[in-house]
């Protein structure tokens, strides 16, 4: 019998975009209040699990295309970059700084290099997640 | 002026408290898994919302902080509270979890035969 998951697919298409919203707001908010890229990158995950749930796997993987494996190497690379990037100012590894710069819109703004870091942790959450829920989800056909 | 609106706060999260407290004697006291879930799904979700719509307005009004995750908190909850309760009553009756005994009409019960037809 054909399954009818008409309400439940409706409502994934609309809180799919808050959970998101909601993860990169954790993300970017981690330098000074709770958040970070851990938890924000597990938020990301269980947006994608919600899309998994709601639609099949075969689906979810022609919205993202993505090698969460090479999510996950790409993550590690970045972090391990920004660490060594402190190398070429003569400072120790992964010493982190940051400046007060005026961007258009947001004004006067602080940059932490400790936010590539972070992207690193993020992608590497993402990718370590949804390797290991769609390995175990894969067997079937 | 302000001791009124914290009066007024106090009272929208004490009805949300009260309506999450009905729909907990509303699991133990009703009969089915059906009549729960709709005890739980649409009484505990105005409860919810009502606990944050009191704490948002304190700390908008009293502190001046405004904080856009309990918005985001409402309009979730609100969206996605009774997808789950629709969900979980679905999954109950797909595994022919009974009704009431003295339940009077179940209009999906030969839904199959009706699939049939419309298929013919």
């Given at each position: 019998m054909k399954t009818?998951d008409?309400?439940?697919?409706?409502?994934t298409?609309i809180?799919?975009?808050?959970i998101?919203a909601y993860?990169?707001?954790?993300?970017?908010?981690?330098?000074n209040?709770?958040?970070g890229?851990?938890?924000?990158?597990?938020?990301?995950a269980a947006?994608?699990v919600?899309?998994?749930l709601a639609?099949d796997?075969?689906?979810v993987n022609?919205i993202?295309?993505?090698?969460?494996k090479?999510v996950?190497a790409?993550?590690?690379?970045?972090?391990?970059?920004?660490?060594?990037g402190s190398?070429?100012f003569?400072?120790p590894?992964l010493?982190?700084?940051f400046g007060h710069?005026?961007?258009?819109v947001f004004?006067d703004?602080?940059l932490?290099?400790a936010?590539?870091?972070d992207?690193?942790?993020?992608?590497?959450?993402?990718?370590v997640t949804l390797?290991?829920i769609q390995t175990i989800?894969e067997?079937?056909? | 002026?302000i001791?009124?609106?914290k009066i007024?706060?106090?009272?929208?999260?004490?009805?949300?408290a009260?309506?999450?407290v009905l729909?907990?004697?509303g699991?133990v006291?009703?009969?089915?898994?059906y009549?729960?879930?709709?005890?739980?799904?649409k009484?505990a979700?105005?409860?919810?919302?009502?606990?944050?719509?009191?704490?948002f307005?304190?700390f908008?009004?009293i502190?001046g902080?405004?904080?856009f995750?309990v918005i985001?908190?409402f309009?979730?909850?609100?969206?996605?509270s009774?997808?789950a309760?629709?969900l979980?009553?679905?999954?109950?009756?797909?595994?022919?979890?009974?009704?009431?005994?003295?339940?009077v009409?179940?209009?999906?019960?030969?839904?199959?035969k009706?699939?049939?037809?419309?298929s013919?």
């Amino acid at each position: 019998m054909k399954t009818n998951d008409l309400i439940l697919q409706t409502a994934t298409k609309i809180t799919v975009f808050i959970i998101l919203a909601y993860s990169l707001n954790l993300f970017f908010a981690g330098h000074n209040t709770p958040g970070g890229g851990f938890i924000g990158g597990l938020i990301s995950a269980a947006a994608i699990v919600l899309l998994l749930l709601a639609f099949d796997m075969k689906t979810v993987n022609k919205i993202l295309p993505f090698d969460f494996k090479k999510v996950a190497a790409l993550g590690l690379l970045i972090a391990a970059l920004t660490g060594m990037g402190s190398f070429l100012f003569d400072v120790p590894f992964l010493t982190h700084t940051f400046g007060h710069f005026d961007l258009p819109v947001f004004g006067d703004t602080e940059l932490a290099t400790a936010v590539l870091f972070d992207t690193g942790v993020y992608l590497v959450v993402v990718g370590v997640t949804l390797t290991i829920i769609q390995t175990i989800g894969e067997d079937d056909d | 002026m302000i001791e009124m609106l914290k009066i007024l706060f106090a009272v929208i999260i004490l009805f949300g408290a009260l309506l999450s407290v009905l729909s907990a004697i509303g699991i133990v006291r009703l009969p089915d898994v059906y009549t729960r879930n709709h005890a739980v799904s649409k009484s505990a979700t105005l409860g919810v919302l009502s606990i944050l719509l009191g704490t948002f307005l304190y700390f908008w009004i009293i502190e001046g902080y405004m904080n856009f995750r309990v918005i985001l908190g409402f309009v979730f909850l609100f969206m996605t509270s009774p997808v789950a309760g629709h969900l979980i009553s679905r999954a109950a009756y797909n595994s022919k979890v009974p009704l009431w005994e003295k339940s009077v009409r179940d209009d999906l019960k030969d839904k199959d035969k009706h699939a049939k037809k419309l298929s013919q």
